[in-house]
């Protein structure tokens, strides 16, 4: 079926209250499930509903947790998502980074006791829109290993950077450090789909189509032991400069139980202006204009933002069964 963006948010704010969270957590988060929908990323859209209901009803989140600012040191600052759903926190954290960047140049601000955040570009996407150039980076539990190990100890790490472009869409470079991002096994077990081989392997290293193998087994890394040791500098910066538990530290997200995971995110803004008034502008209209000399050439992010346009317009096609499974959550509130 096709629901409005404001449709998805209501449902998903419904599903997530529908398990004891607050209403301006539920919303928060909603609001960028729905966007995930609207930009064909399905994998971290509605689909997390369920997952995170599941996570406030075995108490993995708190369910009336705000971020705060634990402290301050010239351009940098610490915020505690305090357990809580971990966009609340990444959206106060943007504000903040850009707030510092635009006071000192660059803003630089770590998360700490987080939870999963999402679809990583959306934070810095809206940082390149007031004009600044933004990275993130974030770690997630373990499940990817080190070059040359067979044990999960890194998670799929996501970074995402964005670059403003005078007149018109920033440029979106945003993805994880596996072959594909986690959720897409998830998305696939839902549907009964199998997946491509060279994604996932089986618990014991095996390669597998399953799904469900892969969310119990390993990820790939993407371009192997590369995307392995760029996992360990993200671990390193995010881990180092938060407080928050390593990746092998948080239990998987795919699990309803668990522990709280209090993974981290660093989040990084820069005030493109340290070249002088309008140079970093004059760069960037330089490249985009050789870029389309070649007309195979796709920006970064300019998919995202064609769907995002249509389904604002025209709605976004959510599974019957998913709506379903949210709406049957919301009745019972997610009771079995």
């Known amino acids: 079926m096709k629901l409005t963006f404001q449709q998805s948010v209501d449902l998903a704010a419904s599903?997530?209250?529908?398990?004891?969270?607050?209403?301006?957590?539920?919303?928060?988060?909603?609001?960028?499930?729905?966007?995930?929908?609207?930009?064909?990323?399905?994998?971290?859209?509605?689909?997390?509903?369920?997952?995170?209901?599941?996570?406030?009803?075995?108490?993995?989140?708190?369910?009336?947790?705000?971020?705060?600012?634990?402290?301050?040191?010239?351009?940098?600052?610490?915020?505690?998502?305090?357990?809580?759903?971990?966009?609340?926190?990444?959206?106060?954290?943007?504000?903040?980074?850009v707030n510092l960047a635009a006071n000192f140049g660059i803003g630089?601000?770590?998360v700490k006791n987080s939870h999963h955040f999402g679809v990583a570009g959306h934070y810095t996407e809206?940082?390149?829109?007031?004009?600044y150039i933004?990275?993130?980076?974030?770690?997630?539990?373990?499940?990817?290993?080190?070059?040359g190990g067979s044990k999960a100890i890194f998670g799929t790490n996501p970074l995402a950077a964005a670059f403003p472009v005078p007149h018109g869409d920033p440029l979106v470079i945003d993805m994880s450090l596996s072959a594909v991002a986690r959720g897409k096994l998830l998305v696939a077990a839902k549907k009964g789909e199998a997946i491509p081989e060279g994604w996932a392997l089986t618990a014991d290293g095996k390669p597998t189509t399953d799904p469900q193998a892969g969310l119990?087994?390993?990820?790939?890394?993407?371009?192997?032991?590369?995307?392995?040791?760029?996992?360990?500098?993200?671990e390193l910066l995010v881990v180092g400069l938060s407080g928050s538990r390593f990746s092998y530290e948080a239990d998987s997200f795919f699990n309803a139980k668990g522990n709280r995971p209090r993974i981290g995110q660093l989040l990084i803004t820069i005030d493109p202006g340290l070249a002088g008034k309008g140079v970093f502008q004059g760069r960037m209209n330089d490249f985009i204009a050789e870029l389309a000399q070649d007309r195979a050439v796709r920006l970064p992010g300019q998919r995202r933002f064609s769907l995002r346009a249509t389904a604002f317009l025209d709605g976004s096609v959510v599974p019957d069964a998913l709506f379903d499974e949210i709406q049957a959550g919301i009745q019972q509130s997610w009771k079995t």
């Not at 634990?70 to 505690?80: C, E, H, I, N």
């Not at 119990?216 to 993200?234: C, N, Q, R, S, W």
């Open 126 to 131: 809206a940082a390149a829109r007031a004009g």
């Open 134 to 147: 933004s990275l993130l980076l974030g770690n997630t539990p373990a499940a990817m290993p080190m070059a």
């Open 15 to 97: 599903g997530l209250q529908a398990a004891g969270i607050d209403t301006k957590s539920a919303y928060e988060t909603a609001q960028f499930l729905a966007l995930a929908e609207a930009d064909g990323l399905a994998s971290h859209g509605l689909a997390r509903v369920a997952q995170y209901a599941g996570h406030a009803q075995s108490g993995r989140i708190a369910l009336k947790a705000s971020p705060r600012v634990q402290m301050y040191k010239s351009s940098a600052a610490l915020v505690d998502a305090r357990d809580g759903l971990a966009f609340p926190a990444l959206r106060f954290a943007t504000d903040l980074s």
């Open 216 to 234: 119990k087994g390993l990820m790939v890394p993407l371009g192997g032991d590369k995307g392995a040791l760029l996992a360990l500098v993200i």
């Open 108 to 110: 630089i601000v770590a």
